[in-house]
């Protein structure tokens, strides 16, 4: 099963992007799915994780302002990213994931998309 990111790009402080995950197979209706992030010179970081019932999670640094959701019918799994802020600056990727003391990637990671917050 192969995941391929798509939304991002170049947007001002306090913007919004909408990004989406797509999935060839129907992993995301039978896997929890999350958003993970990766800046320059530091490690990846999960942002948001839902699980297959529907529970959101996010890290504390975009709690308010980004949205993790999913349609199954669509295979697709989407972020919408509200007030953006330049720390948000990463390449984002989404993956399947696994709930222990938090949320762990399960799969293959695919391409991810690069958000740029600048002025």
């Known amino acids: 099963v192969q995941l391929q990111a798509s939304g991002g790009g170049l947007v001002q402080p306090g913007g919004s992007l909408r990004l989406s995950c797509a999935a060839s197979g129907s992993i995301f209706s039978i896997n929890h799915a999350g958003w993970f992030r990766q800046a320059p010179g530091k490690q990846r970081e999960l942002v948001a994780a839902?699980?297959?019932?529907?529970?959101?999670d996010y890290a504390d640094s975009v709690k308010g302002r980004f949205a993790i959701s999913r349609d199954s019918a669509k295979k697709t799994v989407y972020l919408q990213m509200n007030r953006l802020k330049p720390e948000d600056t990463a390449v984002y990727y989404c993956n399947t994931v696994t709930r222990g003391s938090n949320w762990y990637p399960k799969g293959h990671w695919g391409q991810g998309t690069l958000v740029t917050v600048s002025s």
């Open positions: 839902i699980s297959t019932g529907g529970t959101t």
